[in-house]
Structures are given as C-alpha cells and as structure tokens.
C-alpha cells in the first residue's frame, strides 16, 4: 500500500536578487557614509556557503567619537521636537521596513544564516511591530507613568548581538527615538548588513542626520562605544560575560545601563500538557534560530509519568525538520552564525556526552560548506550537568525530569540565569501557581518564544536588568 | 440497547461501561487550540513546486471521493460523474482517476454501473445523512440497502446530540452496529461533523471513539454545515490516527470534506499528512477528499504544469 514514491518537496529557493548588496560599506556617521579613519575594513560571510558577501569599515575609537559627536549634536533638535513630530518619523521607518520587508528578510538570512522562513514570517514583522508600537508612544510620554514631562537621556550607546540583526535594532533604536534619544549603534561583527540598510532607511525616511548612527567592528569599537565620556546611555544585548565587562566600565559614571544577557530557560512539561502542542512548543523552544536565542528553553523539564511518551513524539518531531539551504522556503533549521559558534556548541555538546548524558539526533545530513550543527536532544542530563547549566546557544537540547510542581520549581530556578521559562498544562490553577514563582523575566504558558512589542521583556540575575519593549521599555531612556 | 460485540484490539476494554468510555476519552491530552491551529497555519507555509507540485496534484486527484449530495440529484447527473470520475480529464487520459464517487444510497446502482470496472470505488452516504436523527433501525436499513446494491464505503454521520450530552457509549454503540451492517465488503468512514462539536477536544475525543469502535476512516463533516473541514482540524485528526496505530497497530484513514476547493488547499492538507502521519497516509487507502469542485481545479493546474499555460474552466468538464 506505501507504493507510490515519497513526497519530496522539490527547491523552493527565495530569490537573491531581491537584495542588492555593496562590495564595501562604511560607517554611517551624520546622514552620510563614510570610511573608517585609517581605512581598515572587515569581511562579513554568508554562514551557510562561507561565501564573502561584503567588506565593512571597521571603526576605531576616534571614529566612534565622531559618530557620538554627530549624535550630541543632533540631540538638541531632535530632543526639542514635539512628540507627534518624531513619531512620523517613526512611523515613516516602520512602513519603508514593510515596504522592503523581503529584500531585508534575504539579506538577513543570507547574513545571519536563518532560515528565509524565520526572517519573513518573525524578524521582519516584528521589527516594523516594535517601529509602529514605539511610534505611538513619543506623543503620549506624559501619560505614561513617568511624570507630565518625562526627559530623554542624551546620547544612547548601543550594542547588539547577532542572532536577531535587525529586530535587536529595533528594541534598541526605537525607544531611543520615541523618547527623545539620539543613538550610535554598533551591530555585531558577523551581522553588520542589515543595520546597514536600516541607515539607507533612516535616509529615505529623511530622519534628521546625526539621529541614527551605526559604527561597524568588533568587540572594540562595542568597547570604545560604552567608555566613550559623552555617552548617556549604554544597552547591551549579548553574553553575560561581555555584558560583566560593560558593567565594570560603566561603572562610577553616571551612565544609565540597561543589559540583556544569557539564558538557561526551562521549558515545564506537565503531565497534563497538551502533548502535541508541547512537542511543537518544545522545538519552537529550542530549534528557532537554531536554538542561538538568549530565552531559548533550552532545559526540558518533563514530569516523569509522561516522559516516555513526550520523548518519542518530540523524537518523530525532530526526524520531520528540514535542514539546509537557509533561502530555501521549505527549511526549517538555517546555518549556526560563525565558525566561533560552532566550536562553542561543538565543545559543549563533547562535554555533554563526555559527562555522561545520552545524545541524540535525528538522520540528517550536514552541507559541505558553511557551519551547521544538527539538532540535538540530551537525555539522562542532572542539574550537575555542564549542559543543564551553561548556556549553549545552539540547537542542543537538554532533558531532564521531574516527579511534583515544588521539583520543578526548584529545578528550574536552580540556574544562575533568569530570562525565560515555559509551563505547559491543561490546569489554569497550576499555570498561575507555578508561574509566580519562577524567578524568570518571562513566563510562557501553552507557548514558547512568541514576541511582541507590548509586551516587557528581560532577566533576573545573570539575565540581566532593565527591561525593553512595552511601557516599561520607555523608561530605560527616560531621565526617571 | 444490547452493546454489539466490540473489535478485538489493545483498547477493547474501554468501553466495558459508560464511565470506563468517559473516563478514557476525557483522558485523552487536551488540545490547545492556539497551538494546533498555529501549527496547521506554519504547515500551511511550506513552498510546494514543480515536480513536488505534479506529484501532490495528481496523488489529490486520485484522493478525490468526487460528490453529489443534492436533493435534486438524478441518475443522468450520477452517470456524469461517474464518467468523470473514471477519465477526469477527457483529453489527457494520463490523469489518474478519482478514489470514488460518493451519492446518496438510491443513486449507488447507478453509480455503480457507471465506474464499473474502473476501480473507483462507489461510496454512499447514509445513517439518515446529514442530521443522523432517526431510530437506530431506520438508519441500520439505510445503510444495508446501500451495500446491498453494490457500495464499497459507507459514510455514516454520528448521533451528535448523543455525543454531546456525554451519552458516548450510545454513540459507540451505533458505530459498531452500522459497521456490522457494512459487513466484510463495505469499508465504514465515520463523519463526526466537526463544526457541530465545535472543540478540538471534543474532535480527538470523538476521533478516539470512532476507531475504538472499528472506523475504517474517520471523516470531518457532512459538507452541509457552516464549518467544514480546516487544516487544524485535519491536522488533529491526523494525530489521533497515528496515536491510535502506534498504540493499537490497526490504521485508519482520514477524510476531510466540505470547503476544500483549490490545488493549493488540497495541497497543504497532503502537506499535513505528509508531516504528521506520515508517508503511510499518502495513498488513497487512507486519505480522502471528500470535494466536487476540487477536481476541475486541479486538472487545470495539471493542464498548466504540463503545458505552461492556464487553460480555463471552458477546458475542464462541468457536470
């Protein structure tokens, strides 16, 4: 009866030539773009071919000066507007970032490695979300709990990580601008394009210049960007360790700091889960982005008596996810971001195995070039594990069990993080009493990493503090 | 009533009583509407082209169960679709032909002489479709007088009333007295009208009966009712058969009927069986579109895969 041949879905590549990118970029400093002083320049590769797609200026302190130069100077002005006057701005990059919402979706996967999939039907909308959200607030700060005449900073410095290129310059620049900041951005290293094309959008918008300025380089042109004098305000999204670093510089100054760092999130499996949902859950949890996400639930906490049965469902789960060709849009799993990544991951799922824990992964065959790491399930894995507590950031998934609620409470804040954490049951009652007490900024229930501009978001502990997104996110650029 | 002897399999036991039924069907895993219908919506996502677009078009046409359920049916119009059923499209004789035709119990002899030795199968509807609301006899002789004049399949509708008022033995109970009636050479496909169940928990549980209780296929609806069939409740009955062979080893086949119109909805829902049952699913054996005007349009993307152009409703059959 199983005679007729298998349903292979044939290449459906999104097409590149949507997306025209430079041989070179500079700095985008004052409305204009510009070479780094010095002239040094870096290269930024597609993850999954290896393939060079652009060169970039590499800005050293003294251009990182010139950018919060450009800033300071624009703040005035930009400061003194009316409300409604910067939210059409706002509101103007919002709509071009829709307009141009596929050419910047195959620019991020093709940067960033993720699949087309992800970066047109998450990224992309969720960054014009947060443009049109913070839009509505600039005229309405007097009415958001922060006093009549709430007061911007100054001068924001920001730095963002890789995994979300564009959507992590939307947390960061939107609410800067709603409130009245101007801002000087550096992205990371690997990902510098679409910030990039946000600056030619920033242009096309006819956003005043000095208001968006984007500083291309690594770890530090990011280090110049939070010690340099003039600057208000620091956020940083990225690793804990970095983001320690950035708290020991910027502190005795009389820099505000916001940090969103790490995670080890717990992914909560109750026994009386909806099983099918909580395995789709599970790998949206963990496998979206390739598992490089700071909330990742990248701990499974299974409730014994359903162990079995949620370990072989998720294992048939994991055997249907396509891996390869980010562009294509049947993919469901994209490239690791760099060759760095991958060794990170490497090693620590060697350590995993080395320690004891059962690793697991479905047939899958890796493409020759680029960097990929097939999706990984531990099983056997204790809180003493490597694994169980060091974030991964990487599509590596750790399964551990427990026997009652208080077990799993315990087990899930038993980390040094505190960025997210998932409960999934059919009992509202036990939703709402686990829930207040897991000591994560945010807590999934029935879902897990579904984002919106309404809504805070960021950690306890080595999580980070400060919170962005929602009317919380206004305050971390509000002199309050 | 007297309860029929039940099929012999790993979860017979279950309907020893009223309450040993409710307590296994309401300890089915719930379902979370939210998340099952954001999964059938990002299966629905996936890019389906060129050789992977000829092979699901022309698996969907031979998956069709191509209907007429009108009153104003005659044996002229059943003829028709019978020939269309066996050459669906008349200029291209390479197109595979259509799973059954599916006609109301009077119209199965007729159907019957016109796909006659095609392969197609004749299915009827019966059990006092679409409302099911007459006495278990009545519906028992509706159903062996389709069989009796030559029907393959019989699709019976459930006694929804029965279902939701908690009375599931009574609804278990009829299923197995009309498989009874369907004897060894008619395959059974239980249609649970989704839209009359309204929840999803209400869909899994009801799918749950219905292979207990011995469905060759379990089915969406009727077609004659606001909700028909949607890739979320498609994609939960999915689940339920898959559930069910891996506990018990017994497969059963999944229809959706009623609102699947186009290539690519009939798409996505091969989709959906390719990613949640399975391969094993993908064969008319075990899926069904219960669609009539599905078939004209995917013979006019068949005609546009083959020689690029559309062609147009002038160049399929209208019967």
């Known amino acids: ?480 | 009533m007297p309860t029929t002897a039940p099929p012999a399999h790993a979860l017979a036991d279950v309907t020893a009583s009223d309450s040993t039924l409710r307590r296994f069907l309401h300890g089915l895993p719930g379902v979370d509407a939210v998340g099952l219908e954001a999964r059938a919506a990002s299966l629905g996502t996936r890019s389906i082209k060129t050789t992977a677009k000829a092979y699901a078009i022309d698996l969907a046409i031979s998956m069709v169960d191509l209907t007429t359920l009108e009153g104003a049916d005659t044996p002229g119009k059943v003829r028709a679709l019978g020939a269309k059923a066996v050459h669906p499209d008349p200029t291209d004789r390479t197109a595979p032909t259509t799973a059954a035709v599916c006609v109301y119990p009077d119209m199965v002899a007729v159907a019957k002489e016109a796909v006659a030795g095609s392969g197609v199968k004749v299915a009827s509807v019966a059990t006092a479709f679409p409302a099911g609301r007459a006495a278990l006899d009545v519906k028992l002789a509706d159903v062996r007088d389709a069989v009796a004049a030559g029907a393959d399949e019989i699709d019976m509708v459930i006694d929804r009333g029965a279902f939701l008022a908690g009375k599931y033995l009574k609804v278990y109970d009829e299923i197995v007295a009309v498989k009874e009636a369907c004897g060894t050479s008619a395959r059974l496909k239980v249609i649970f009208e989704t839209g009359e169940l309204s929840t999803y928990d209400n869909i899994r549980r009801a799918s749950w009966l219905g292979m207990i209780a011995g469905a060759d296929f379990i089915k969406t609806s009727t077609g004659k009712v606001a909700v028909n069939a949607t890739p979320a409740n498609t994609l939960l009955m999915l689940e339920a058969v898959r559930d069910f062979r891996a506990q018990t080893g017994i497969q059963v086949g999944v229809k959706p009927a009623g609102g699947i119109r186009t290539t690519k909805d009939a798409i996505k829902f091969l989709v959906l069986v390719n990613e949640t049952a399975g391969q094993d699913w993908l064969d008319n054996h075990w899926f069904r579109f219960g669609a009539s005007s599905l078939l004209n349009d995917l013979l006019m993307q068949r005609q546009k895969l083959a020689t690029g152009r559309y062609s147009g409703p002038d160049y399929v059959t209208v019967d």
């Open chain 1, 1 to 480: 009866m199983a005679s007729a041949p298998a349903f292979e879905y044939a290449p459906a590549p999104e097409s590149r030539s949507v997306v025209d990118i430079a041989p070179s970029y500079g700095l985008f400093i004052d409305g204009e773009f510009t070479d780094a002083t010095g002239g040094k320049v870096f290269k930024t590769v597609s993850p999954s071919t290896e393939e060079v797609l652009s060169e970039v200026a590499e800005a050293s302190a003294e251009d990182v000066d010139r950018a919060v130069k450009a800033a300071r100077k624009a703040f005035e002005k930009w400061s003194a507007l009316p409300g409604a006057e910067r939210a059409k701005y706002l509101f103007r990059i919002a709509r071009i970032i829709q307009e141009r919402s596929r050419e910047l979706a195959v620019l991020e996967t093709l940067d960033n490695g993720k699949p087309i999939k992800e970066t047109r039907d998450a990224d992309l909308p969720l960054v014009a979300a947060h443009f049109f959200y913070y839009a509505g607030w600039a005229d309405k700060l007097g009415h958001a709990g922060f006093g009549a005449e709430p007061r911007p900073l100054g001068v924001a410095g920001q730095v963002i990580p890789w995994n979300f290129p564009l959507l992590m310059l939307a947390w960061k620049i939107a609410p800067a601008l709603a409130t009245g900041n101007t801002v000087v951005l550096k992205p990371a290293e690997t990902t510098p394009l679409s910030a990039l094309f946000f600056a030619d959008i920033c242009r096309q918008a006819g956003l005043p210049k000095g208001v968006v300025n984007i500083v291309t380089g690594d770890g530090r042109t990011g280090a110049a960007l939070v010690a340099h004098p003039d600057v208000n305000k620091v956020a940083f999204t990225g690793s804990t360790a970095v983001g320690k670093a950035i708290a020991r510089t910027v502190a005795g100054t009389r820099k505000k700091l916001t940090l969103e760092l790490g995670g080890k999130g717990a992914n909560i499996v109750f026994d009386d889960a909806p099983i099918d949902q909580a395995v789709e859950g599970i790998v949206n949890g963990i496998f979206f982005n390739q598992g490089q996400v700071c909330c990742a639930g990248s701990r499974l906490l299974v409730q014994e008596s359903v162990q079995d049965e949620l370990l072989d469902a998720l294992k048939r789960r994991l055997s249907t996810l396509r891996l390869g060709d980010p562009l294509d849009k049947n993919t469901d799993i994209g490239a690791i971001n760099s060759a760095e990544q991958l060794a990170r991951i490497t090693a620590l799922a060697d350590a995993g195995e080395a320690e004891g824990a059962e690793r697991w992964s479905p047939a899958c065959e890796l493409p020759g070039a680029g960097y990929w790491f097939a999706p990984t399930l531990f099983t056997n894995v204790t809180q003493a594990h490597t694994i169980a507590r060091e974030e991964i950031f990487g599509p590596v998934l750790s399964v551990l069990s427990f026997r009652t609620p208080d077990e799993a409470v315990a087990k899930a804040n038993n980390t040094q993080y505190g960025l997210s954490a998932g409960i999934w049951s059919e009992k509202g009652s036990r939703i709402l009493a686990v829930a207040s007490k897991l000591r994560a900024g945010v807590v999934w229930s029935n879902t897990f990493n579904k984002f919106d501009p309404t809504s805070p978001f960021g950690g306890y502990k080595e999580s980070g503090f400060g919170r962005e997104g929602g009317r919380h996110g206004l305050e971390a650029y509000l002199d309050v």
